[in-house]
């Protein structure tokens, strides 16, 4: 992926970032973790092309699949959508020659633990390393 697509999608992966944190209703239920949490928070030098979380109210995780519905559909075609054994995925191809941006959310427990940091000026639960 060169530069300037790279930069492309980081864009709407902040994008989709700020819309989850700013929805009051799901913000609470979800762990941001991965390698593009590493990559924001920790300063991992690497390329991060999706959004990794950990369902932290298992409770919650039909209301998550609708909101990350509503807000993926924004950003493109959801090419897939769907609840798996142990993971809400949802890809988003947001337009022709465009790299897919896909979301998963984690509805197994681990003992994982997550602060709140700020990104945009929005607090965001975000794994610990």
């Known amino acids: 992926m060169s530069p300037s697509d790279y930069n492309k999608h980081k864009r709407i992966l902040l994008h ?8 009051t209703t799901i913000a609470p239920a979800l762990g941001f973790k991965g390698g593009t949490a590493a ?52 890809t988003v191809s947001p337009g022709a020659h465009q790299p897919h941006v896909k979301i998963e959310v984690n509805v197994r427990q681990f003992a994982s633990r997550y602060e709140y940091k700020n990104l945009l000026g929005i607090p965001m639960q975000v794994m610990v390393p």
Do not use: C, P
């Not at 989709?16 to 929805?23: A, F, R, W």
């Not at 690497?46 to 609708?66: A, I, P």
């Open 16 to 23: 989709i970032l700020k819309d989850i944190y700013t929805d």
């Open 39 to 90: 990559m924001l928070f920790y300063n991992l030098e690497r390329y991060s092309v999706d959004l990794d979380f950990d369902l932290t109210l298992l409770e919650q995780k039909d209301v998550v699949f609708e909101a990350l519905h509503s807000i993926t559909s924004r950003y493109g075609t959801l090419s897939e959508q769907r609840v798996k054994k142990s993971t809400l995925l949802f």
